[in-house]
């Protein structure tokens, strides 16, 4: 047992000495507070925190680590998504078939449920990370410009949540989104049914109808279909979530830069 | 047994449910000893059992079990959970402040290092996640339904579950209103609560007495008017959007009378016993009078000092806010506050007066 033992630990540091093993982490063994700082400013991942936070700041009780649940969803999201995306073809056509497919032929075939109970996970999450910044007040200055950076990623996480409902092209998806987005019909002015909107004419032409309305905008058609699949699905792989990641780029920062986790004064 | 399911059901009725869920939560405010451990077991345990006994029911099984409803029994529950560790710990921060004591989170203002101390948290939260998410996607196989079909529309027809709550709106305001103009209020409103907000105080800890007002309008907003409304438009909304207590069979052929009646025929019809004019301006006079009176005169009127107000109206006046707050933010923050209590005011008037439309000009789509 104890050969076993003195051979692996032999192994072990054989690795960490080695070159290789150097040359990605660049700090010794986490023993000193000289690489406390190594650690965190040599990784590109970890550097998004500070060397040093108040205690209270990280504590669970005052955080409930939401922010950060929040994050690791969107990328389980995005690995998961990724994977969906070889195989899923956003037609009518096929849409629905290869949903089939990724859960009876695929291996491992939970990557769609990852996805589906992620993104459930993630609306909540968001959620609950807003009321707790409400709740601690963190949204006082000086992080008033950040709890609106967050609105607008609350804002997007609906929409890549409502733009992702339409893909497996089933009856839920297809009818939810009509419901949804036949309020854009009654958009004020840009809308067909919309308030005030028989008031732009001219002459007998009515400038707003069901063919360039707010509506038409956003299915790509008169009702939800070919056109509407395509253009969710381009929203939901590629223009949401850059905007989304570009986001939280600035979210992040500013949490650093407004002075960290908040706490009283 | 069958008592208790119909009192359930008669209590998860909008009209009792939302007037138990404000009553409730104003009490809360003032008697914040029930946000405690002990009140919290005994509530979460009751909870729980009859929510989790009632599976054996067979309606409410077919409707909580669905699979894209089961994240809403987690909202529900993690909510609920939330909810009441921001207030316990706000409360328990109070009494340290009543005592002359500095808060928890002042009390440990040393720097730790983040690494370990936060990046192991952070990294055992992603564990568990993990593996969370791992077992739920491999117990419950994601919904597929059948192949979409525009030619046949399910009944009830509902938008994501994030967004019930604004087609529980458009039972009470149009289209334009619930699906359109108050969503952009809420994102406004929002993103202004920090510019509006001028409390210095509770600013980086929980805390409800310093900050009561806020809490308690937020609150309101989150619990009352989304969450709730989220909720009981998954379980509790059915076929033509009619309402079903939990343990009721959605009976799709169940018809529910309307008689809508608009303000204007309230005022011509059934006051003066007349025929509606025909001028629309005319014969909604009284509808456009009361909606600038609310957004209009009735932000102004909340900004004077009591006694300057008739004697029945001085509960209205918010002129210590107008003094803290001075004009820009007190009308901002007035008009979206009542922005917000149009909804339930809405509600009230549908049960109470079977009220549709305040202002009603169908002909170019403009109802309120």
């Known amino acids: ?265 | 047994m069958e008592f208790f399911k119909n009192a359930v059901n008669w209590a998860s009725g909008p009209t009792v449910l939302f007037t138990l869920s404000t009553v409730g939560l104003l009490l809360s405010f003032k008697y914040t000893q029930i946000w405690s451990k002990k009140v919290a077991y005994i509530f979460f345990a009751v909870f729980a059992l009859v929510y989790f006994t009632s599976m054996l029911d067979p309606n409410f099984y077919l409707i909580v079990a669905k699979p894209d409803n089961v994240p809403i029994t987690f909202v529900l529950f993690l909510v609920a959970f939330f909810t009441w560790y921001a207030m316990y710990q706000g409360v328990e921060n109070d009494k340290r402040i009543e005592a002359g004591e500095d808060v928890l989170e002042k009390q440990e203002q040393e720097k730790v290092w983040v690494w370990p101390d936060l990046v192991y948290t952070e990294l055992l939260c992603m564990v568990i996640l993990g593996v969370g998410l791992m077992v739920w996607s491999i117990l419950l196989p994601a919904p597929l339904e059948q192949p979409a079909n525009p030619a046949d529309s399910p009944n009830p027809s509902k938008a994501p579950w994030y967004f019930l709550g604004l087609q529980e709106m458009l039972v009470y305001y149009d289209p334009w209103l619930a699906g359109v103009v108050f969503p952009t209020l809420i994102i406004v409103g929002l993103m202004a609560i920090p510019y509006i907000d001028t409390n210095p105080k509770g600013n980086g800890y929980f805390t409800f007495k310093e900050r009561k007002a806020e809490i308690a309008i937020f609150l309101y907003g989150f619990l009352v008017l989304w969450v709730l409304l989220v909720i009981s438009g998954t379980f509790l909304r059915g076929p033509n959007w009619n309402f079903f207590g939990p343990y009721e069979y959605w009976d799709q052929h169940r018809i529910e009378p309307l008689l809508n009646v608009h303000v204007s025929d309230f005022f011509w019809v059934r006051g003066l016993g007349r025929p509606l004019p025909s001028n629309p301006i005319v014969r909604e006079f009284l509808g456009i009078i009361l909606v600038l009176f609310y957004v209009g005169v009735l932000p102004v009127l909340m900004a004077r000092p009591r006694e300057k107000l008739p004697k029945f109206l001085q509960w209205i006046s918010l002129n210590k806010y107008f003094q803290k707050m001075g004009p820009a933010r007190y009308y901002l923050g007035v008009i979206l506050f009542l922005a917000m209590l149009s909804l339930p005011i809405k509600m009230y008037l549908r049960w109470a007066f079977n009220l549709k439309y305040v202002v009603a000009f169908p002909e170019i789509f403009f109802n309120i």
């Open chain 1, 1 to 265: 047992m104890e050969k076993v033992w003195s051979a692996i630990s032999g192994a072990w540091d054989a690795t960490t000495e080695s070159q290789v093993w150097k040359s990605v982490f660049r700090h010794g063994a986490v023993t000193s507070n000289r690489n406390r700082v190594l650690v965190m400013m040599s990784n590109v991942f970890l550097h998004l925190h500070p060397v040093k936070s108040r205690k209270a700041g990280i504590k669970l009780r005052y955080t409930w680590c939401m922010g950060g649940i929040t994050f690791f969803l969107f990328l389980v999201l995005t690995f998961t998504g990724l994977l969906l995306m070889f195989y899923y073809r956003p037609t009518v056509q096929y849409a629905y078939s290869d949903i089939i497919d990724l859960g009876e032929h695929v291996p491992l075939g939970v990557m769609r449920e990852l996805h589906r109970w992620g993104a459930h996970a993630m609306v909540i999450t968001v959620w609950l990370h807003m009321f707790r910044v409400f709740m601690t007040g963190s949204y006082k200055p000086p992080r008033e410009f950040n709890w609106g950076i967050g609105v607008i990623l609350l804002v997007l996480t609906l929409l890549l949540s409502f733009t992702g409902y339409l893909l497996p092209w089933d009856q839920l998806a297809i009818w939810a989104i009509t419901v949804g987005s036949n309020m854009a019909r009654a958009t004020p002015l840009l809308g067909t049914e919309g308030p005030l909107t028989a008031a732009l004419k001219l002459g007998e032409i009515n400038l707003v109808n069901s063919g360039n309305d707010a509506r038409f905008a956003l299915l790509g058609a008169r009702s939800v279909g070919e056109n509407t699949l395509l253009r969710f699905y381009v929203l939901h792989c590629v223009g949401l979530p850059l905007a989304a990641a570009v986001l939280m780029a600035v979210h992040f920062w500013r949490v650093r830069k407004d002075g960290g986790i908040s706490g009283p004064m």
